[in-house]
């Protein structure tokens, strides 16, 4: 599968299932453009991608020559037959490569993968100081009562995690709510076990933090810069567009609450990883100003999120607004291109690809790994596939004493993958979303197996961007 666009000035070209990236002339472009409308590699007559011998003469002759027919018949308006014949042999060494026309990843070639259970999300808390209006977790409850995990709980769930991890040795545990500092003692005392136990078991604990940053205080901030790998600190940008979207229980805006500690809290992190997370809606479509807005404040790990929620939500992202918001994508790329090597550089999340290797195939195919690699545990030690999923009865897996008692459900998002999408079949960013948000598809079609149209076509201008981004920085160096 071949994937191509125009940015910033390039003219790119993406093989889909090889993952390799080509800057290319407008002879280049028009050609393999050519090519891939006439589907000229699927001819068994002229030989597949996977069936070109490169010991015969013979055959990599009569490639070329077909490759040059195809590109006279259909461009002799715009270029040479000399030009032709050069740009047919560049391909075919590129095909030979591997890295143009490659072939399909097959189903087969992650069968072999074994999942285990190397990541999870720790409901520290399900209770929140904060009233943000676009709350999945309807405000930390995720439907259900306000409750604190215990710390015999949590221990439970380190033990499970480090039971069901098989040779793993590096295991992610994410501190996660509502707000979780409202559970901070517990929080710590888990950790202080997590490290007990990790030298026993021979393996590694990597906590994470995700915090509104309320309850934020001089002992947090040199406890997470000292234990976590990762903390996330939410905040939506402008005070207006935070203020609106973010506000405590009486209604008051929390930016001026968090803002002067998030800033505290990264000045001493040095460079262990953070990011500022944030939520656009309809509200501030033109997001690209607040993520501005995070990096004159000194930020320089940065995230903003689209909001998901059902059409009818005031704030819910519509069909008609994704050309406004793909142009601001197109905008962000180009300031942090311009940034590149100066102090206003930061980095965004959605931009962050592995263009170079990246994950293995079955990493790729599979994606997060939720209910299977990655599970969620509740306050009072429930195992669902994923935090989004918390809450709804029927994707109940087990528990943190008994272990997985859902083995059907949990096969199911064994077999999610992008070969379950039909969607993604035709779709060249389906190795970097890897089928998408699981929990999206089944807000939108009660299918975990169905696509989330919207995030999609988001999805997929981020993947061009990114892509952009790494071409410009690679010439620019």
Same mark, same amino acid.
């Given at each position: 599968?071949?994937?191509?666009?125009?940015?910033?000035?390039?003219?790119?070209?993406?093989?889909?299932?090889?993952?390799?990236?080509?800057?290319?002339?407008?002879?280049?472009?028009?050609?393999?453009?050519?090519?891939?409308?006439?589907?000229?590699?699927?001819?068994?007559?002229?030989?597949?991608?996977?069936?070109?011998?490169?010991?015969?003469?013979?055959?990599?002759?009569?490639?070329?020559?077909?490759?040059?027919?195809?590109?006279?018949?259909?461009?002799?308006?715009?270029?040479?037959?000399?030009?032709?014949?050069?740009?047919?042999?560049?391909?075919?060494?590129?095909?030979?490569?591997?890295?143009?026309?490659?072939?399909?990843?097959?189903?087969?070639?992650?069968?072999?993968?074994?999942?285990?259970?190397?990541?999870?999300?720790?409901?520290?808390?399900?209770?929140?100081?904060?009233?943000?209006?676009?709350?999945?977790?309807?405000?930390?409850?995720?439907?259900?009562?306000?409750?604190?995990?215990?710390?015999?709980?949590?221990?439970?769930?380190?033990?499970?995690?480090?039971?069901?991890?098989? *040779? /793993?040795?590096?295991? @992610?545990?994410?501190?996660? +709510?509502?707000?979780?500092?409202? $559970?901070?003692?517990? #929080? &710590?005392?888990?950790?202080?076990?997590?490290?007990?136990?990790?030298?026993?078991?021979?393996?590694?604990?990597?906590?994470?933090?995700?915090?509104?940053?309320?309850?934020?205080?001089?002992?947090?901030?040199?406890?997470?810069?000292?234990?976590?790998?990762?903390?996330?600190?939410?905040?939506?940008?402008?005070?207006?567009?935070?203020?609106?979207?973010?506000?405590?229980?009486?209604?008051?805006?929390?930016?001026?609450?968090?803002?002067?500690?998030?800033?505290?809290?990264?000045? *001493? /992190?040095?460079?262990? @990883?953070?990011?500022?997370? +944030?939520?656009?809606?309809?509200? $501030?479509?033109?997001? #690209? &100003?607040?993520?501005?807005?995070?990096?004159?404040?000194?930020?320089?790990?940065?995230?903003?999120?689209?909001?998901?929620?059902?059409?009818?939500?005031?704030?819910?992202?519509?069909?008609?607004?994704?050309?406004?918001?793909?142009?601001?994508?197109?905008?962000?790329?180009?300031?942090?291109?311009?940034?590149?090597?100066?102090?206003?550089?930061?980095?965004?999340?959605?931009?962050?690809?592995?263009?170079?290797?990246?994950?293995?195939?079955?990493?790729?195919?599979?994606?997060?790994?939720?209910?299977?690699?990655?599970?969620?545990?509740?306050?009072?030690?429930?195992?669902?596939?994923?935090?989004?999923?918390?809450?709804?009865?029927?994707?109940?897996?087990?528990?943190?004493?008994?272990?997985?008692?859902?083995?059907?459900?949990?096969?199911?998002?064994?077999?999610?993958?992008?070969?379950?999408?039909?969607?993604?079949?035709?779709?060249?960013?389906?190795?970097?979303?890897?089928?998408?948000?699981?929990?999206?598809?089944?807000?939108?079609?009660?299918?975990?197996?169905?696509?989330?149209?919207?995030?999609?076509?988001?999805?997929?201008?981020?993947?061009?961007?990114?892509?952009?981004?790494?071409?410009?920085?690679?010439?620019?160096?």
């Amino acid at each position: 599968m071949i994937h191509q666009f125009k940015s910033n000035g390039y003219n790119i070209v993406l093989d889909v299932e090889s993952g390799s990236i080509h800057v290319v002339d407008e002879l280049a472009y028009d050609s393999i453009n050519c090519l891939n409308r006439k589907g000229i590699f699927e001819l068994k007559e002229v030989g597949s991608v996977a069936n070109i011998a490169k010991t015969s003469v013979e055959k990599d002759k009569t490639l070329r020559e077909e490759v040059s027919k195809v590109l006279k018949v259909n461009l002799i308006h715009l270029y040479s037959e000399i030009q032709f014949q050069e740009v047919a042999e560049e391909i075919e060494e590129l095909i030979e490569a591997g890295l143009l026309f490659s072939p399909l990843i097959m189903k087969e070639e992650i069968q072999n993968h074994t999942p285990v259970v190397k990541a999870l999300c720790l409901h520290i808390a399900h209770d929140c100081n904060l009233a943000c209006k676009y709350c999945f977790a309807k405000e930390g409850e995720y439907h259900g009562k306000r409750e604190l995990m215990s710390l015999e709980v949590g221990k439970k769930a380190l033990d499970f995690l480090i039971a069901h991890s098989g *040779n /793993r040795r590096n295991l @992610e545990v994410d501190f996660f +709510g509502g707000e979780p500092l409202m $559970n901070w003692q517990v #929080v &710590k005392e888990l950790v202080a076990y997590g490290r007990e136990q990790e030298k026993k078991a021979g393996k590694n604990f990597r906590f994470t933090l995700t915090t509104n940053g309320v309850l934020l205080n001089q002992e947090v901030m040199d406890f997470a810069n000292q234990e976590m790998e990762n903390v996330v600190l939410s905040l939506d940008g402008r005070r207006e567009i935070n203020d609106k979207m973010r506000p405590t229980g009486n209604g008051k805006g929390s930016y001026d609450v968090v803002v002067p500690k998030f800033q505290e809290f990264v000045k *001493n /992190r040095g460079d262990r @990883e953070y990011f500022i997370r +944030g939520t656009f809606t309809r509200e $501030n479509l033109d997001f #690209v &100003k607040d993520i501005k807005h995070f990096a004159q404040l000194g930020f320089k790990q940065l995230s903003m999120e689209p909001v998901v929620l059902e059409e009818q939500d005031e704030l819910a992202i519509r069909e008609e607004d994704l050309q406004e918001i793909f142009d601001q994508y197109d905008e962000l790329a180009t300031v942090m291109m311009e940034n590149q090597g100066s102090e206003e550089e930061f980095t965004f999340f959605h931009f962050l690809l592995d263009l170079e290797g990246g994950p293995c195939v079955a990493k790729r195919v599979s994606g997060c790994g939720a209910g299977t690699e990655y599970l969620a545990v509740t306050p009072s030690g429930g195992l669902y596939p994923c935090h989004q999923f918390v809450g709804q009865e029927e994707f109940l897996l087990g528990n943190v004493e008994e272990g997985i008692l859902g083995p059907e459900v949990q096969e199911k998002f064994y077999k999610c993958n992008v070969y379950s999408k039909e969607e993604c079949q035709s779709c060249f960013a389906k190795y970097y979303c890897s089928g998408g948000c699981m929990a999206n598809s089944y807000q939108f079609h009660k299918d975990i197996n169905k696509i989330y149209e919207i995030g999609c076509k988001m999805e997929q201008k981020r993947v061009e961007c990114a892509i952009m981004l790494e071409v410009a920085n690679l010439i620019l160096m």
